[in-house]
């Protein structure tokens, strides 16, 4: 076995011996690549290990207080019945933390799917007057 380097700890140093071991007395051809890039190739063809998968951007923190749209936007959705459509404005605290129309049409079509289902609206951006229009469908 190759010598590992000291960086790792002890436990996946002794893990990797007896791992060794145990495929050496099976008579196996093996890598093993550790985390510290150390390889360990007994026979084995080295191979294009997949790369590591990028990591995903965090989700950037809300502008407005949990629960701000549901509580705005809400009881005007509640109360749409099939066919009619409603317009929603921006309130001024929305306008002054930066909030755009794109985030709270994301936030209506959400709670509209959500208390009538899927496919259930229409939903549009009308920037002539900076507002959301939802159309109940079903």
Not at 39 to 45: A, L, M, P, R, V
Not at 53 to 62: G, M
Not at 95 to 101: D, F, R
Request: glycine share 8%; proline share 5%; aromatic share 6%.
């Amino acid at each position: 076995m190759n010598e590992t380097s000291q960086s790792l700890p002890l436990a996946i140093h002794k893990t990797v011996e007896q791992a060794t071991r145990l495929l050496d007395a099976c008579k196996a051809r093996y890598i093993i690549v550790l985390s510290d890039g150390t390889t360990i190739n007994k026979g084995g063809e080295l191979i294009q290990l997949a790369p590591d998968k990028p990591t995903r951007a965090k989700k950037a923190p809300s502008l407005m207080p949990y629960g701000t749209y549901r509580n705005v936007y809400g009881p005007a959705i509640k109360r749409m019945v099939v066919g009619d459509v409603e317009a929603f404005f921006l309130t001024p605290e929305m306008v002054q933390a930066g909030v755009g129309l794109t985030t709270v049409l994301g936030s209506i079509s959400s709670m509209a799917s959500s208390e009538w289902g899927n496919n259930a609206h229409k939903i549009f951006t009308n920037k002539g007057n900076n507002s959301i229009e939802l159309l109940r469908t079903a």
